[in-house]
């Protein structure tokens, strides 16, 4: 089994939906591009992946939605040394279709209150939903490692949440510990690095905005 040596988890760049929540009324999330804001994001992002591979081959997974791809075309990767995949189940949360603003910062107002993972939007996904697809996804990636030549670098471009989620999925966190994390900023990334000792580490946490509240004991 060839294991990728790292695995880089990179969230969006700015979005029209980050920068003005109205735009949800007219235009479908999937389809919304990166602000300037975004591209420049993107683009600095880039070149400290480039810097990272080093010329090594990447195997890349892209949500589908336009400004996931968007972002991964900011970052100016030798596409000789790169295999590409859309991967549907990297996509965002689904909230609906057509999104009321007012309707929509209410629910997120029920969500914090229920809570992020188990709250289930209406016509919409719970982030307990990601997070099955998210360990669907895991388990054809693993199947990927079979291949001996599999390259050395696995990239994901994606989104906060689901970024979330994966790392919950992969280093079996709690429910509890998931609930206690912000996600990453636009642009941001997160890298799983394989250890000596064959272990998978986080280069770094996520930002926490509370202490855990576990039910139970776990781990």
């Given at each position: 089994?060839?294991?990728?040596?790292?695995?880089?988890l990179v969230r969006h760049g700015e979005?029209?939906?980050?920068?003005?929540?109205?735009?949800?009324?007219?235009?479908?999330?999937?389809?919304?591009?990166?602000?300037?804001?975004?591209?420049?994001?993107?683009?600095?992002?880039?070149?400290?992946?480039?810097?990272?591979?080093?010329?090594?081959?990447?195997?890349?997974?892209?949500?589908?939605?336009?400004?996931?791809?968007?972002?991964?075309?900011?970052?100016?990767?030798?596409?000789?040394?790169?295999?590409?995949?859309?991967?549907?189940?990297?996509?965002?949360?689904?909230?609906?279709?057509?999104?009321?603003?007012?309707?929509?910062?209410?629910?997120?107002?029920?969500?914090?209150?229920?809570?992020?993972?188990?709250?289930?939007?209406?016509?919409?996904?719970?982030?307990?939903?990601?997070?099955?697809?998210?360990?669907?996804?895991?388990?054809?990636?693993?199947?990927?490692?079979?291949?001996?030549?599999?390259?050395?670098?696995?990239?994901?471009?994606?989104?906060?949440?689901?970024?979330?989620?994966?790392?919950?999925?992969?280093?079996?966190?709690?429910?509890?510990?998931?609930?206690?994390?912000?996600?990453?900023?636009?642009?941001?990334?997160?890298?799983?690095?394989?250890?000596?000792?064959?272990?998978?580490?986080?280069?770094?946490?996520?930002?926490?905005?509370?202490?855990?509240?576990?039910?139970?004991?776990?781990?």
């Open positions: 089994m060839a294991r990728p040596q790292r695995i880089v979005s029209e939906g980050n920068a003005d929540d109205t735009v949800y009324e007219r235009e479908p999330d999937h389809a919304l591009r990166l602000t300037a804001t975004g591209l420049r994001q993107a683009r600095e992002t880039g070149v400290r992946l480039r810097e990272l591979f080093d010329g090594e081959r990447v195997s890349v997974y892209v949500s589908p939605y336009r400004r996931t791809h968007e972002t991964f075309r900011s970052f100016g990767l030798d596409l000789e040394r790169v295999r590409v995949r859309e991967e549907p189940r990297l996509r965002e949360q689904d909230w609906g279709n057509w999104q009321d603003r007012d309707d929509v910062r209410l629910q997120k107002a029920y969500r914090d209150a229920y809570g992020h993972f188990f709250y289930r939007f209406a016509q919409g996904e719970s982030g307990a939903d990601v997070y099955d697809r998210v360990g669907a996804f895991l388990e054809s990636l693993h199947r990927s490692f079979e291949a001996p030549d599999h390259p050395p670098n696995v990239l994901l471009v994606t989104h906060g949440l689901t970024m979330r989620l994966f790392c919950m999925r992969w280093f079996h966190w709690s429910v509890a510990e998931f609930e206690s994390l912000s996600n990453p900023g636009n642009g941001e990334t997160r890298t799983l690095i394989l250890g000596e000792d064959g272990r998978y580490t986080l280069d770094r946490p996520f930002e926490r905005w509370r202490t855990p509240e576990p039910y139970g004991i776990t781990g």
